[in-house]
């Protein structure tokens, strides 16, 4: 019986770390870099994608609130933390969650 390196915890968890690392750089630099306020957190966005296809959605889900409540105290651009929050953060999660119910009908 072979595992597969995807299943493993240890995996999981350091990706999940390493995901909300990038994504936490990626919203601190919106603080230095304000023409890309709005485009940034599409990009941390698209990391949460990378989480949900390598792991599950309920490790993608703790990544996401683990990045969601370091955003608020960590990084200084408040405008851009709200709209990863609110829209950018959880979107990918929902849509991938909700193409995977669509192709069980």
């Known amino acids: 019986m072979s595992k ?19 994504c936490l750089l990626l919203m601190f630099s919106s603080s230095f870099l304000p023409g890309l306020s709005y485009a940034i957190p599409v990009f941390a966005g698209v990391l949460m994608v990378v989480m949900i296809v390598e792991t599950d959605s309920k490790w993608a ?10 955003c608020i105290f960590i990084t200084p651009n408040f405008e851009a933390s709200l709209l990863f929050i609110l829209f950018m953060g959880y979107y990918p999660i929902l849509q991938f969650r909700l193409s995977k119910e669509k192709t069980n009908f």
């Open 4 to 22: 597969n390196k995807n299943s493993t915890t240890a995996f999981r968890v350091a990706l999940g770390g390493i995901c909300a690392a990038v």
């Open 61 to 70: 889900i703790a990544d996401y609130c683990a990045v969601s409540l370091l």
